[in-house]
């Protein structure tokens, strides 16, 4: 793969958007229009946690009542690498408790029949004890 066209960035900006939505409305039967059906959702720099497979994030989604009320992407940045389309963006959620908490997504991304999707998501979340030494 080489450089992404215009559209294809356009387009992934809006996938990265798209999550937000989908999953602050709880329409966790939509989550094709986001993830492949072979995706994984590693949650190990926030809970520990792996899904592989749509149908396990699709449950964990279902099963949770704690996500925050609003999901907000921010900070995206597009690459290809290694013939592969990656995004690094941030995500800030707020809480019900009016609690604020930021996240760093690492993704990749596959481009399908239906348009682009996530195939992998590892989702950090950002603490002061995780946070780098300056260079």
């Not at 294809?8 to 989908?22: F, N, Q």
């Not at 396990?56 to 940045?77: C, D, F, G, K, Y």
């Not at 590892?122 to 603490?127: A, D, I, K, M, P």
Request: with cysteine; net charge neutral.
């Amino acid at each position: 793969m080489g450089e992404l066209s215009t559209t294809d960035r356009l387009a992934i900006h809006e996938l990265i958007a798209l999550y937000g939505h989908l999953i602050d409305e709880r329409q966790f039967t939509q989550l094709s229009r986001i993830f492949t059906d072979d995706a994984v959702f590693d949650l190990g720099g926030y809970d520990g946690s792996c899904y592989r497979g749509l149908p396990a994030i699709q449950a964990m989604m279902l099963a949770s009542r704690e996500h925050p009320l609003a999901h907000h992407a921010t900070n995206v940045v597009v690459q290809t690498q290694a013939g592969n389309a990656t995004v690094i963006s941030k995500g800030i959620g707020v809480g019900a408790n009016g609690r604020v908490g930021s996240v760093t997504y690492r993704d990749r991304l596959a481009l399908t029949p239906q348009g682009w999707r996530i195939q992998q998501r590892n989702c950090e979340l950002r603490r002061p004890d995780r946070i780098p030494d300056p260079t």
